[in-house]
């Protein structure tokens, strides 16, 4: 294996996703290994590890495997080595503006989410702390026995 390979654990190191994930997006297409040890295993470049990192970054944000796919389609095609012409370049632009927006509009709405999250662990905090007794906080009570 050269340096410009990495097997799949390796891979898996890197991006934080299982091996069982990373083989699960080679099966629904969204990544292919670049290519096959003499053993068979499989071996990824850089460019496939950063193309897993979009999708880990993409799962989050509830991203469809069908968006995921779009979405690297588009980028795919605007790094590729043949330009794509004005008007087909202006069009990919656009739809990867569009995952720009909804990227953060999906951040929006887990700011909202995690602030209600955040009050309510206040409010429980508050109430623990406003019951009367030795020692209402439930982490420091004596357990009884």
Not at 64 to 91: F, K, N, Y
Not at 129 to 144: H, I, L, M, N, Q
């Amino acid at each position: 294996m050269d340096d410009d390979h990495m097997q799949i654990g390796e891979v898996a190191a890197r991006t934080e996703l299982s091996l069982r994930t990373i083989r699960h997006y080679e099966e629904v297409g969204l990544v292919i290994p670049s290519a096959r040890s003499q053993g068979g295993f499989r071996l990824y470049t850089e460019t496939d590890v950063q193309r897993l990192m979009v999708i880990r970054r993409m799962k989050p944000l509830g991203f469809t495997l069908d968006e995921m796919r779009d979405l690297l389609g588009v980028t795919d095609r605007l790094d590729a080595s043949r330009p794509a012409d004005r008007t087909e370049r202006a069009e990919l632009l656009e739809r990867m503006a569009v995952y720009e927006r909804t990227a953060a509009r999906k951040i929006e709405e887990l700011r909202t989410q995690l602030s209600r999250a955040e009050d309510f662990a206040a409010t429980l905090r508050a109430r623990l702390r406003s019951v009367p007794g030795e020692d209402t906080d439930p982490r420091t009570a004596a357990v009884p026995g």
